[in-house]
């Protein structure tokens, strides 16, 4: 896939399909429209472009906002687009002058010039130009005059319940990873670089890696003891993650991200690591000393490698169905 950053001077020289929005997590309905330019693709043979931003446009329009956090650092939107399929990323620097750009030089400049649109394809309620005041109406209006076809997809439901980033979030927020990956289509992940800690979990028996978030801007899923998958050095493992500030033995009371891998044993600090949510186990406690601290993480060791029975025949399922 084609990334292109450096926006200041650039045209699409090839007829396109394009999409544009934040696309914050790649979820369900951001798929269907994915998918769509693919089915586009193969009937017309146009490079299929995502037309994205950075920052999240809310960070712009809504300084005052300061906790937004996001489902994907701008490195992990590119690699879930470039999974889909897509040709093309155009990561757009949004800031308040394009967003009060007149909408009919909106669609003549960039759409047309820079995109080299044909097609357009945008989601339920997509708005765009000075006040927010272009739409699909606007869009089907110039599309005679510019010679480009444009089509609406409807919002994408589960349970009748619509998906957004924003609910996802606020799964998240409330630990539900299991419901987040369902709306996601694909499970929740956290970048990051394996730093010194206090070493209180080796002194138990338990070895955890603590990572450093690559993004400040990441979401975190809320505290508690977490069944995850775990790729460092191009290996994966399973683990059990702590998200909290680990109120039995501190008392600094900061928010702190740790992993111990089962069945591995090597030092990896300062290496990249990358943690998957498979599914909540528990909230984090505060416990009557060490010894009961002990039986919740061996408890919690337990029900990962219960979990890790359960994953490994899903899998094996999933082989022989496909031989």
Excluded: W
């Excluded at 650092?73 to 040709?87: F, H, R, Y």
């Excluded at 765009?128 to 089907?140: A, E, M, V, W």
């Amino acid at each position: 896939m084609l990334v292109i950053e450096n926006t200041e001077h650039f045209r699409i020289e090839s007829p396109t399909i394009v999409t544009i929005g934040t696309f914050d997590g790649i979820h369900l309905g951001h798929q269907k429209i994915l998918n769509r330019l693919n089915e586009l693709k193969k009937t017309t043979g146009l490079k299929t472009v995502v037309f994205t931003f950075e920052p999240h446009p809310r960070k712009v329009l809504f300084p005052e906002q300061k906790d937004l956090k996001l489902l994907n650092s701008t490195p992990e939107k590119l690699e879930l687009l470039e999974q889909m399929g897509i040709d093309v990323a155009v990561v757009f620097p949004f800031n308040k002058t394009f967003a009060q750009m007149d909408v009919e030089t909106y669609i003549s400049h960039v759409l047309i010039k820079e995109l080299n649109v044909k097609h357009l394809v945008i989601g339920y309620d997509h708005k765009f130009g000075i006040n927010r005041s272009g739409d699909i109406n606007t869009l089907i209006e110039y599309s005679p005059k510019y010679n480009f076809l444009v089509e609406e997809i409807s919002v994408k439901d589960i349970d009748h319940i619509a998906i957004s980033s924003s609910k996802i979030r606020k799964h998240l927020e409330d630990g539900n990873v299991e419901m987040v990956n369902t709306y996601l289509g694909h499970h929740y992940i956290l970048n990051g670089t394996v730093v010194k800690g206090k070493q209180l979990g080796r002194q138990l028996g338990y070895p955890t890696a603590n990572l450093l978030p690559d993004s400040t801007e990441k979401l975190i899923p809320k505290p508690g003891v977490y069944f995850t998958e775990v790729l460092v050095n191009n290996r994966h493992f399973f683990g059990m993650l702590n998200i909290g500030t680990n109120p039995t033995t501190d008392t600094d009371n900061g928010i702190k991200i740790e992993v111990h891998l089962l069945d591995f044993n090597e030092d990896i600090y300062h290496q990249p690591i990358r943690l998957t949510f498979l599914k909540r186990l528990r909230d984090e406690k505060k416990f009557n000393g060490l010894a009961e601290l002990m039986a919740a993480i061996e408890q919690d060791e337990a029900d990962c490698r219960q979990l890790i029975k359960t994953t490994s025949t899903k899998k094996l399922s999933a082989l022989i169905s496909n031989i």
